[in-house]
């Protein structure tokens, strides 16, 4: 059976995995959120106080089982076992994620393990270089950009927590937005064959709306 491929890239906060999610369902695929992938690696190494300034070998590589789930609607993440869908998005995790994601070691990782489900399954993938690196071959591709204060904005509801100031989240994102995209290895970048979309002053439905015309009309 010939497997299709859906790419979700875009900036940080943008919605991708919302989008994903939503689309998956739609299309009765299976989903693969990346970045959790590179959250649960990094709670793994935050917790081992493996700092990401060291080489990653594969005796540790080797200790990290994750395996991502996504059944009626609820996507779920486990780190050897543990059910760590919460934990990797928390605050620590957030701000050392994209110093481990350079890694070209832990990068690899995640590559095989996508590459892998793709064998059986068609797949909808988010993430910062899934168009670009991970499968240049999709069938679909988008990315989606959004302006950062709008973003800070709608990550500060989600995190529901007042001690967090918005200004403190956009300069977060903006910083992760920097280190994603000047990294030398898979830089946060369009597909030159993917269709952007600006998610600024669009809702859910308007932005999943845009993306299933174009997949229909193609
Ligand atoms: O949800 P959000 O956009 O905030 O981030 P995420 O998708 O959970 O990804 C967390 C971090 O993992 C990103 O800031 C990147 O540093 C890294 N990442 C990456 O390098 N490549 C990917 N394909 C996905 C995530």
């Known amino acids: 059976m010939d497997t299709v491929i859906i790419a979700i890239d875009g900036q940080a906060s943008t919605g991708k995995s919302t989008q994903a999610k939503k689309l998956a369902e739609n ?9 959790a992938y590179y959250r649960a690696i990094t709670l793994y190494l935050l917790d081992n106080d493996i700092k990401f300034d060291l080489n990653i070998s594969d005796k540790i590589l080797d200790k990290i089982n994750i395996k991502q789930t996504y059944q009626e609607g609820q996507f779920s993440i486990y780190l050897n076992d543990d059910d760590v869908t919460d934990k990797i998005r928390g605050h620590k995790v957030s701000i050392n994620v ?7 070691e832990i990068r690899k990782f995640v590559f095989n393990q996508l590459r892998k ?4 399954n068609s797949l ?10 991970v499968f240049p071959y999709a069938d679909f591709k988008f990315f989606l950009v959004a302006e950062p204060k709008i973003r800070a904005e709608r990550r500060h509801k989600q995190i529901n927590d007042d001690s967090v100031k918005v200004d403190i989240i956009e300069e977060e994102i903006k910083q992760r937005d920097k280190t ?3 990294r030398e290895i898979a830089p946060l970048k369009k597909a030159v064959d993917a269709f952007k ?8 439905d308007e932005v999943f709306n845009k993306i299933l015309q174009k997949i229909k009309s193609d």
């Not at 299309?27 to 970045?35: H, N």
């Not at 979309?197 to 859910?204: E, H, K, M, N, Q």
């Open 117 to 120: 489900s793709s064998e059986s």
């Open 27 to 35: 299309l009765r695929y299976d989903y693969r959120d990346s970045g």
């Open 180 to 182: 994603d995209s000047t």
């Open 197 to 204: 979309i600006d998610v600024s002053t669009l809702t859910i």
């Open 98 to 104: 994209s110093n481990y994601a350079k890694k070209p």
């Open 124 to 133: 909808v993938v988010d993430g910062r270089d899934i168009g670009t690196v």
